[in-house]
């Protein structure tokens, strides 16, 4: 089996076939996750780095036990932000790993087409966890995963995006995802947090986020960050909360049993309550076990690409 | 840098021109004939013997010879930024790209904004073939606070003031500028563009932004300084010069401007006319400028407008820089693109040869339009006038390679393409370049 | 590719099964602490009539699992293609008990060794036996089966082809040759 990607910079343009065939080999990768050992010798000798430029607890925590449950060989490298200047150090890091021989290299950065940037300099292969506002393909993944497990089949399901639309790489992700597995895809939010295209990228616009939790099957709910508030872009979390935050009672008002989810780290008491994050609404803790088993999937899948090394191939 | 373009300009007080297609619109000339050159002065025009003749005969059979082409908007970053582009690599790449003349934005380091830096520019570039007309600054050192002392550097040889780079700060600097400088005669040319709403931008705001998760520069970033200038402009019955024009909006508001009878002048760029934001989707650093590409809406709008004459000259914002600062992810690459080497190619096969503009409008807005904003003397083919002239192959087909550029820079979203008609030499000062 | 023989019809198979299982059972003296596991694909599927001669001889199961390998293969090489991963399917415990791997046919051992990984992974067993339908020859490790339905030795260019009624529609096996 095959993906016709070489590279996972983002989901926009992977085909449904692709998509799927993470999904179910994520699927298969759940079981090893629960065995008494769960290890597999599959990527052993092989050797990772996790190139994180923009400070990163768990998704670098989930790719690193993905990397390590396969056997692979792990290795990080984390700037903090500050000393991060200018694209030079990028540069100069990709030569410097492309020296070293890497398989893979999973990176996070603050710039869209940072990932982009890498394939093209190093042979390794190259998993965007996060770059910029643009794409983070993984987390819609592993999003899609968690609700095919709770919904079957995501055609004509309502999915609404809540929060800081503008800021957010999840939100991309999943729309060009969600959409491609025929999902119907809605965002809410502060209109200075909606980008002023996005009715372009087939989303519903729902204004208020009544309306939102009376239609849709799903919400996934973005993190509110301080930094939005000082830019100028809403004037508080207070207000934040008040316009949009997912309470106990707007989520009470649902009519359909609504699944909740979260990609983390939650701002308990802004974007969405405690009772709500811990109710038998929430799946996201099962969002996190399910990120291990999509990020195995696919360095497993990616591996088996078209590449470079064929001189080694076919005896 | 590569200099090899410097041995091919031979000094020639004689020069006979074969068999050309000679194109002056402001002489209304377009026929086939010589031209004969002696002392860099046109002898004649017509049929001219070469029996007798002791100088450098060039047969132009298939080729054109026009008023020698201007670009008004160039960045040859000397002083300050060598390593991107020097005054002589500068004016070896206008060499090779049929410019004459250029002239040069005072964006350097130090900004050309005191005689002296004037001055500088006048004697690195005294003998060389191409024209280099330095551009003061607008204010002292570019920060939009002082006016520089304009007309010690317009006696200098500065020929208009900018801030390129950024716009005029504020509206009554605006005004003050454009009040001093057209009393001693000279242009204020503005980039337009307002800092807080381009602020972080790295590309048009647009359906493409929002896709690729980049913070956008909106359209109306250029159109409020746009109607600002016009403003001013009108209300003070003086010039102004809008560089760059990159939106429909802003076009929108010059067309009005110029029909109420303001003297609103403007230019736009080759990229503008062929590229859109679509082109970021693939992340390369060679399509980030500012003003950024725009929509396709936006660009066949800079079409008509050029079409129409609402865009008076075009210019190429020639951008050069460094590999280091180029070639990065595209959030920290440098904003600009190099344009000369490739500027009449692609006009002369994606505007001309489509009839999208005639051969002769190409040559008013890159030859006569240019000179004319600047107040600088008329360039004519006619005889007892000074030998000026561009020579340029409409058929020669080429495709662009980069590395062959005189540029020291490489920054170019061009680099591959196939295009048809080229420059293929210069006549001016008494010096020949060509090169078939 | 044409058969050169038929190496068990439908008879045969399951009198050959049915006298593994008796040795099996032999072996270990009753099936007391027995569990079964079958290697993906049709290893399980034998793995499962065994266990139902053991019900026919011994009046009950024992516990049976599926196990897939593909995980632990050794010839993982990067731009190969990958095969698909599937589920393996123990439900049960396996540390002390004597575990009988069920596999087609023994050929290289590789697939043997791996199974043999992923059942360590999975627990500690007492033991850990082997049950093949074929032996073919040509170990590249030293693995020896406990079991064996039949010593085939063949060529290294032909192939033992087994079909079974449940995957393929049939039970043979035949002898194929290039």
Redesign the interface.
Known sequence: ??LKIRHLLGL?GVDREDINLILD?A???K??LK???P??????G?TVVNLFYEASTRTRFSFELAEKR?SADSVNFSKSTSSVS???D??DTIRNIEAMRI?FVVMR??????A??VSRCVDALVINAG?????HPTQALLDMLTLRENLGDLKGKKIVIVGDIL?S?VA?SNIYGLKTLGAEVGVCGPSTLL????K??GVKIYPHIEDAISEADVLNILRIQLERQKGGLFPSLREYRALFGVTRQRLAEAPKNLIIMHPGPMNRGVEIDSEVADSEHSVILNQVTNGVAVRM?VL??L????????G??NE | MNNAITELIEVQNSVLFKNARVIDPSVNLNKKADVFVENGEIKEIGNVSEKDFNGRVIDCSGKSIVPGLFDMHVHFREPGYEGAETLQSGVNAATAAGFTGVAVMPNTNPACDNRGQVEYINERTRDLIVDVHPIGAVTKNREGKELTEMADMADAGAVAFSDDGVSVKNAVILRNAIEYSTMIGKIIIDHCEDPYLAQDGVMN???V???????GI?SISEEIVVARDIAVAEYIDKPVHLAHISTEESIRLIRDAKKRGVKVTAETCPHYLLLTDEEVKS?DPNFKMNPPLRTEKDRLTIIEAVKDGTIDVIVTDHAPHTV?RN???????AFGIIGLETAVGVLLTHLVQKNIISFEDFVRLYSINPRKILGLKEVNIKKGEPANLSIIDPEKEWTVDKELFFSKSRNTPFDGWKLKGKAVGLYNKNKLYYSE | MKVKAELMDENALARTLMRVTHEICERNKGVENLAIIGIRNRGDVLARRINENINKIEGSRVPLGVL?IT???DD?????????????DIDFDLTDKQVILVDDVLYTGRTVRCAL??VI???RPAMIQLAVLIDRGHRELPIKPDYVGKNVPTSKNEEIQVKLKEVDGEDSVLLIEP
């Open positions: 089996m095959q926009e080999t699927e298969s990768f079981s090893v065995r008494a050992i290890k597999v010798p599959t990527l052993r092989k396969l200018k694209g030079e990028l540069k398989d950065h603050s710039s869209p087409g940072a982009h940037f770059d910029g506002a643009h794409e800021h790489r991309r980008p002023v295209f996005i372009d990228m999937a497993y899948l591996s088996g690409g078209k590449g470079k090394f064929e080694e191939e | 705001e647009s359906f932004s929002t896709q690729l998760g980049m913070k909106p992340f280091e070639d990065q992810e595209f959030n920290a690459a | 897939d995980l632990y293969r993982f090489r990067m731009f190969s293609e990958r095969p698909v991963v599937q589920e393996s990984d992923a992974d999975l627990g």
